[in-house]
């Protein structure tokens, strides 16, 4: 693996599914009582978050800190960066503090690429602009594999604002990497006009393409679009591309239903299919701490669930006081 | 030798000069600023000889979009800086563009910028002025006082007149004067809102919210069927796409007074060129697809397009060291445009040397009128020249002569390279070194 996580386009298959099997391993070590390896004791891990996500840093947070990890907490308010510092200095703040890693989470695209400039350690990126989100995409498919047990040929249909989701952008690119069959669905407005070229299908008509879907994963979509006219009317967004109970009954049986959250409930998807069993939500959730343990892990040294083996969760001669 | 009393022999050199249809191997004596013989009667006497075996003698280019940003931001660059600058990449005139701070849109900084070049000596510095007050596109500026003040050419680049009837009224104002030039910065506002790069598949991959080429061609579109209803002269900055190249080519053949731009970055990049978030790439017009640079790279060939232009665009480091959608499109290129010429377009057989040389520096002599410049090369001239060795190979690196190291080029690697600059005869750049 490289040293870098900016992009789906940064992992192999090979890679993703190292990952995911590495991601497995841990997944355990949240079940048990005390929730803690020492595979990164003495490791630091910078959470570096230009914008707001509770969900994705403490995801992070725990993930780091279950491996043992000293971590960091970087927010903008009430920082140097609200003073006017650049991120440039920032980076070099972090860097003679030493850090290992830095998971950046910035409303600007590209940001975790100008941070490898300045930085020694490794860079995650935890959501970029209209970028990439490639750790919500690798916890997505971990989340396909567990619950449909492979993810080569899959079919599955991303609903709603692909034009300004970075979390459309890295699971199709990780999906097709994987060989499933992926279509993009929404108003034409919403979706890029050369998507086609990722190696996916688009369509404005989601009644179409249910039947056959093993997976229907929708996106939020912000009423702000429909201030900037992309869509007329929230309601008419709702009508014509939201997951309602009728078009749940539309897809096949075992179809599991996910959305990265946080949810607009009544808008893409109705509130009683979002607690539905085959909607994932939450198992969503649990497994992104799994799987960002594994990239933390994979990232600073790990190379794989032979090591992990040696030196992760089961090893008794590196396990440290916090874990009895 | 650094007067321009001085006698100088540039001798040996491979002459080529566009507008005088030469393109020889000839001495050539400078005397009294002047040139004093071209050929047979260029002897040594008492002059002091440049040698020029395997160089290239033409005259000295000219930029017709040149920022230098003082007035306001002498941080990034002063009128004497870009001067300088304009001196090593072999250019003898420059035309600076008028979205300083305050806005070149009255007589007043017109004069003020005419002066601090002046006193700079090193380039003659053309100012431009603002169309409109401010650069707001709402109220047209005192063109008439401009034009008295020796102003050639009006644009409010780095914005397009989005009024319509605005751009109408400059036009034909504008036919008052003789050869007043309006150069439109191209690209509907409304398309290009919040827009950060080309749109297409690499802006859509990188989540880059994009800029369509339509914007450019819509605006281009409009801004031609003005100057056919008005008679006015237009002059298109910075084109940038294979469609724009079309219309232009329409309009010339109609016979609509029409002339064109493209900068060296469009020439030599692509939008391909954008996937590391490199923001010294970041331009506006931002560069586009393969399919575009070859059709800009045709149309420069066939004439469509008249001139080269740099946009030379100089930022702080800290203000491209900053997040791609927080940095300021721009790059310098005035130390870098003979070469990135050479090498991407001449060398690979895409452009006669000539043809270029004529792009660099004749053609945009006659739009700006600036009748010092560009050649013919003719005994009693102001001697305006450059002398470059097309076959040297150099890394484009910082420290730069301007005072700011945005360049699109940066580490990049080049053949061709200004030898000696020669202003109204006096060597300010001498084998490569400024002299003062």
């Known amino acids: ?324 | 030798m650094s007067e321009a009393s001085a006698k100088l022999l540039f001798r040996g050199a491979r002459v080529i000069d566009p507008a005088g249809e030469r393109d020889t191997p000839a001495d050539l004596l400078v005397s009294g600023g002047r040139i004093a013989a071209i050929g047979d009667g260029a002897e040594a006497g008492d002059a002091d000889i440049v040698e020029c075996d395997g160089l290239v003698l033409t005259p000295g280019l000219v930029d017709l979009h040149t920022h230098l940003r003082e007035p306001g931001r002498e941080d990034k660059e002063t009128i004497e800086s870009g001067s300088r600058a304009a001196a090593a990449g072999g250019f003898t005139a420059i035309s600076a563009m008028a979205n300083t701070d305050p806005v070149a849109d009255n007589a007043a900084v017109i004069r003020e910028v005419q002066a601090l070049a002046a006193r700079a000596g090193l380039c003659d510095v053309f100012p431009v002025g603002a169309i409109t007050r401010r650069l707001e596109g709402e109220d047209l500026a005192e063109l008439g006082e401009m034009v008295e003040a020796g102003v050639r050419i009006f644009s409010d680049d780095g914005n397009c007149v989005p009024n319509a009837r605005v751009l109408r009224y400059a036009l034909r104002y504008a036919t008052a004067f003789d050869d007043v030039v309006i150069a439109e910065h191209c690209e509907d506002p409304s398309l290009v809102e919040g827009g950060q790069m080309h749109e297409g598949y690499n802006s859509y991959s990188l989540g880059l919210a994009g800029r369509p080429r339509e914007a450019e061609e819509v605006a281009l579109a409009r801004d031609l069927a003005i100057a056919r209803m008005t008679g006015g002269r237009l002059h298109v900055c910075h084109v940038s796409s294979a469609g724009s190249i079309d219309l232009i080519r329409r309009a010339k053949d109609e016979g609509l007074r029409v002339s064109a731009e493209v900068t060296p970055h469009h020439l030599v990049f692509t939008d391909d060129d954008l996937v590391t978030y490199d923001t010294n790439l970041k331009v506006n017009p931002p560069l586009r697809t393969s399919d575009d640079r070859d059709a800009l790279r045709a149309g420069l060939a066939d004439g469509t397009i008249d001139v080269i232009a740099t946009d030379h665009a100089p930022h702080a480091v800290e203000e491209k060291e900053a997040e791609f959608d927080r940095s300021p499109p721009g790059t310098i290129g005035l130390e870098t445009a003979l070469a990135a010429v050479l090498t991407h377009l001449v060398e690979p057989g895409l452009l006669p040397l000539s043809r270029a040389i004529d792009a660099l520096s004749s053609a945009p002599a006659r739009i700006l009128g600036a009748t010092d410049h560009g050649g013919p090369l003719e005994v009693g001239d102001p001697a305006n020249l450059v002398v470059f060795d097309p076959a040297a190979r150099w890394t484009a690196e910082a420290p730069f002569v301007s005072k700011s190291r945005n360049s699109a080029f940066l580490g990049a690697s080049l053949t061709g390279r200004v030898v000696h600059t020669c202003f109204r005869g006096e060597l300010v750049v001498a084998d490569g070194k400024a002299q003062r």
């Open chain 1, 1 to 324: 693996m490289k040293r870098h996580l900016l992009s789906m386009h940064d992992l192999t298959p090979e890679d993703v599914v190292r990952v995911l099997d590495t991601a497995e391993s841990f997944r355990e070590v949240g079940t048990r009582v005390i929730k803690k390896v020492p595979a990164l004791r003495g490791r630091t891990v910078v959470n570096l978050f230009y914008e707001n996500s509770t969900r994705t840093r403490i995801s992070f947070e725990l993930a780091a800190k279950r491996l043992s990890a000293d971590v960091i907490n970087f927010t903008t308010s009430g920082s140097s960066v609200s003073k006017g510092e650049s991120l440039k200095d920032t980076a070099l703040t972090l860097q003679a503090m030493g850090a290992d890693a830095v998971v950046i989470r910035h409303s600007s695209s590209g940001s975790p690429y100008q941070l490898t400039k300045w930085l020694q350690g490794s860079v995650l990126n935890a959501g970029d602009g209209t970028h990439e989100h490639p750790t919500q995409a690798l916890l997505d498919l971990y989340t396909m594999r567990e619950k449909l047990g492979r993810l080569e040929g899959l079919n599955v249909a991303i609903v709603g604002d692909v034009l300004h989701s970075r979390v459309a952008r890295s699971l199709s690119f990780g999906l097709v990497k994987m060989g499933a069959d992926v279509t993009l669905i929404g108003p034409p407005t919403l979706i890029p006009p050369d998507a086609p070229a990722w190696g996916v299908h688009v369509s404005s008509d989601i009644d179409a393409v249910l039947p056959k879907l093993d997976v229907c994963y929708m996106l939020r979509v912000q009423r702000e679009r429909q201030r900037q006219q992309f869509f007329p009317s929230v309601r008419e967004y709702a009508r014509l591309f939201g997951l309602t109970r009728e078009r749940v009954d539309a897809l096949p049986e075992g179809c599991v239903i996910m959305h990265p959250g946080p949810m607009n409930r009544g808008v893409e998807i109705d509130s009683d299919v979002a607690d539905l069993p085959q909607a994932v939500i939450e198992e969503q959730v649990t497994n992104g701490i799994a799987v960002r343990m594994s990239l933390l892990y994979l990232l600073l040294g790990g190379s794989g669930p032979d090591q992990l083996e040696a030196a992760g969760p089961n090893d008794e001669a590196t396990r440290g006081a916090d874990d009895v």
